[in-house]
C-alpha cells in the first residue's frame, strides 16, 4: 500500500497473547448480543478487543455495517479455536438477536494473512456496500482490502471537521477515500483539497461525494506523493483547515517517527492566520506528546488547543494508546 492511501487502523501484536477459551468467546458472544441490540442504524463498532479491555479477546474487533457483521482476526489461533469461534459466530447469525435487527451478511477477516482474505459464513458475497454515519453515506469495500474504507474511530474527528468547515478552505492530506471532504463539504466547506498517493483511493473519494449528492466543483482530487509535491500544495493554498491522518508506517514510503515533522514544518506555508490544523496519529505505542512537542519544535506559531474525545465504543486500557486527534491554531 503506497503512503497516503490511509492510516493503519490495526494495533501491532505483541507476545503474550491468551488463547481464547470458551469462556472467551462467551464473553464475546454476550457482549455481541448486547451490542447489536442497542446499536443506532449507522456504521458502528460492535467490540473493540484491541484495547485491550477483555483478556484472551485482545485480537478480535466486530464492526456493525447496517445489515453486515464484520469480524476482525489481528492473529492467527490455533486451528481448534478458530473453529470454536467460527462456531460461536454461526450461532450468534441465528439468535433472535441477530433476526431482530435484521442483519443478513457475516464476515471473518483474518487480517493477519497477507491480503487480508475474508470468509463469508452468512449471505451472499458483496464487494460493496453503503453505510451511513451521522447522516452521510460512504460506500465500503468488503473481501478484497484490508481495509475497507471508513475508519469508525474517527467518527467524532469527522463531526467535528463538519462543525469547523463553514466557509474555509480545506486540505485533506492522506485522504483515502475522501470521509473528512465529505464531512467538510457538508459542514458547508467553501473548497476541499483532498490528496492521497493512492488514486484509487480518491476514485473511492469521488464515489462518496457523488453518494452525497456532493458538488464536485469544490473538490480537488490530488493523487500525488505529498513529500515530493510541496509546491502544487501550496499553490492551491492558503488554507483555514488542515487534516493531517498519516498511516505510522508504510514501507519504504512514510514512517511517522521519520517523515510527520517534515509535514509539520511546511503548515506554515500552507495555513492562514487562524487557521486551525486537526492533527492525528494511531501508534498505541506514541503518545500525544509526541505531536505536541513536534509542533513546537517545527512550527511553533501553531498552539496545541485540545484533543478530541475518541468514541465510547473504542475503549482502551490507556488513553495515551488509542486513537490521538489534536487541535491547533496557528495565531495571528
Not at 497473547?17 to 443506532?40: I, K, V
Not at 445489515?67 to 450468534?92: H, K, S, W
Not at 513536534?294 to 473504542?314: D, G, H, I, K, Y
Request: proline letters at 6%; glycine letters at 8%.
Amino acid at each position: 500500500m503506497p503512503h497516503g492511501s490511509g492510516r493503519y487502523n490495526a494495533r501491532p501484536l505483541t507476545h503474550g497473547y491468551s488463547h481464547m477459551t470458551p469462556t472467551a468467546l462467551e464473553t464475546l458472544r454476550q457482549h455481541l448480543a448486547g451490542a447489536l441490540a442497542t446499536a443506532p442504524d449507522e456504521a458502528r463498532r460492535l467490540f473493540h478487543g484491541r484495547g485491550r479491555c477483555w483478556p484472551e479477546l485482545e485480537q478480535i474487533t466486530v464492526d456493525w455495517l447496517q445489515g453486515i457483521v464484520l469480524v476482525a482476526l489481528y492473529r492467527e489461533p490455533p486451528a481448534q479455536q478458530l473453529q470454536a469461534l467460527r462456531a460461536m459466530l454461526l450461532d450468534f447469525a441465528a439468535s433472535p438477536a441477530w433476526q431482530h435487527r435484521g442483519a443478513h451478511t457475516l464476515l471473518l477477516q483474518h487480517r493477519y494473512r497477507p491480503d487480508s482474505p475474508c470468509d463469508w459464513l452468512v449471505g451472499e458475497v458483496r464487494e460493496q456496500w453503503p453505510v451511513s454515519e451521522h447522516g452521510l453515506r460512504y460506500l465500503l469495500d468488503l473481501g478484497r482490502k484490508q481495509n475497507s474504507g471508513l475508519f469508525l474511530d474517527m467518527r467524532l474527528g469527522r463531526c467535528w471537521v463538519r462543525e469547523q468547515a463553514a466557509g474555509r478552505r480545506v486540505l485533506n492530506l492522506f485522504a483515502y477515500t475522501c470521509a473528512f471532504s465529505v464531512a467538510a463539504l457538508t459542514g458547508g466547506a467553501s473548497q476541499v483539497v483532498n490528496l492521497d498517493m493512492a488514486s484509487a483511493a480518491l476514485a473511492r473519494g469521488r464515489d462518496n461525494h457523488r453518494l452525497n449528492d456532493q458538488d464536485l466543483s469544490r473538490v480537488s482530487f490530488l493523487a500525488l506523493d505529498l513529500l515530493k509535491s510541496w509546491g502544487r500544495v501550496r499553490k492551491l493554498g492558503p488554507y483555514d483547515l488542515v487534516i493531517i491522518d498519516p498511516p505510522s508506517f508504510q514501507k519504504g514510503s512514510f514512517a511517522l517517527d521519520r517523515d510527520y515533522a517534515k509535514v509539520l514544518r511546511r503548515l506554515p506555508e500552507l495555513v492562514a492566520p487562524g487557521g486551525l490544523v486537526l492533527a492525528c496519529m494511531n501508534d498505541p505505542d506514541v503518545g500525544p506528546g509526541f505531536l505536541i512537542d513536534s509542533m513546537l519544535a517545527e512550527a511553533a506559531e501553531f498552539e496545541f488547543q485540545e484533543r478530541l474525545a475518541n468514541p465510547p465504543e473504542f475503549p482502551d486500557v490507556s488513553a495515551d494508546s488509542g486513537l490521538k486527534a489534536l487541535v491547533f491554531r496557528r495565531r495571528g
